[in-house]
């Protein structure tokens, strides 16, 4: 059968080997950017069985019109969140499509939430600049005190496997966590708010863990960040459609929050404007996936998920089941 690669993976020589022993023939594209509209449009018409996507991808009813012959079966997202690709389109034409949640993704998305809060608790971006701009002129008790960690409550909203790990690491900073969840974890009743308002008044820091759906986009809004102690700090390595960024941007400046730290943006790849003008923001090219680990397992189990799927057997990470 035939699979198109929207782009060249870490680790591809290595991790695409299942494809090419299952006979299939794939064709990667050959750009090391991100492909064209158009052009993934054009490659669809050609016809493929499988299809391996990146979130930078929207895979929706427009793109897959182009699919003539209905000939797509297994689409590959390489991510954990699928917010990129129409899940109703897809099943309309009963196409299976396919994640990569893996506990190595997990640990790096939970190991970037860690150094976003405790930069921003240390002032880091703005002692960095300072540094840079040769601005230290000896030792200063007044420059850059930052805030204690221990004692200190995190509110984790979705208490999901990153969640988890994003909570448990707050143990060795003797901190108290709450977390939001549409309901109890079992065995984690401890902490458990469901009213996400009382988290957010209470919390010191708040990192933000559901994937982004029509009922968590702006989740974190100007009406909610009011409810926010005057001294928290905000951390999204989720989407970046869960908070309203224009808001967040004006909640920073009102001095509402003290802190932001992002990996993600609405609109990829430029962060709301307001944000790159404060010092108190911390932000990094949605990198939260990228360690060695993670990516090596991501790619390969989207090219498992297409072995799978192309031999008409269940993939390990479908998400539309139904
Ligand atoms: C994911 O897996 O959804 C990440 O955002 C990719 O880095």
Redesign the pocket.
């Known amino acids: 059968m035939r699979i198109f690669v929207a782009r060249k993976i870490p680790f591809w020589e290595e991790v695409s080997k299942p494809l090419v022993d299952a006979g299939h023939e794939v064709v990667v594209y050959p750009n090391h950017k991100q492909i064209e509209r158009k052009e993934i449009e054009i490659e669809i018409e050609k016809g493929y069985d499988g299809l391996l996507t990146l ?1 930078t991808e929207k895979v929706d009813e427009e793109l897959l019109v182009h699919d003539k012959k209905g000939q797509l079966k297994v689409i590959a997202n390489y ?3 699928f917010d990129n690709i129409d899940l109703e389109a897809c099943k309309k034409r009963s196409i299976a499509v396919t994640n ?1 949640p893996c506990n190595e ?1 997990n640990e790096s ?1 939970a190991g970037l939430a860690w150094p976003l809060m405790l930069a921003l608790s240390r002032r880091l971006p703005e002692a960095s600049e300072f540094m840079r701009n040769a601005a230290y002129r000896g030792w200063d008790p007044d420059i850059f005190v930052g805030r204690d960690m221990k004692g200190k409550t995190l509110g984790i909203v979705g208490m999901g496997r990153i969640g988890g790990m994003v909570a448990r690491r707050a143990v060795g900073f003797e901190m108290k966590v709450v977390y939001f969840n549409r309901t109890a974890v079992a065995g984690a009743t401890e902490g458990y708010i469901p009213k996400m308002e009382e988290l957010l008044a209470q919390s010191d820091f708040v990192s933000l863990h559901v994937p982004l759906t029509s009922e968590t986009r702006h989740m974190i809004n100007g009406k909610n960040l009011s409810l926010f102690k005057r001294t928290a700090i905000l951390v999204n390595t989720a989407r970046g459609s869960i908070v309203d960024e224009a808001e967040v941007g004006e909640a920073l400046r009102a001095g509402v929050i003290a802190g932001y730290g992002a990996d ?1 943006f609405e609109n990829e790849p430029d962060p709301h404007p307001e944000l790159l003008m404060m010092e108190n923001v911390l932000l990094t090219p ?1 990198i ?3 360690t060695e680990g993670a990516r090596k397992r ?1 790619g390969e189990l989207a090219v498992l998920n297409l072995v799978e799927g192309l031999a008409g057997r269940t993939p390990p990470n479908l998400v539309n089941s139904e």
Do not use: D
């Open positions: 979130l991510a954990v969140g990569t993704v998305v993600v949605h939260a996936s990228a991501m």
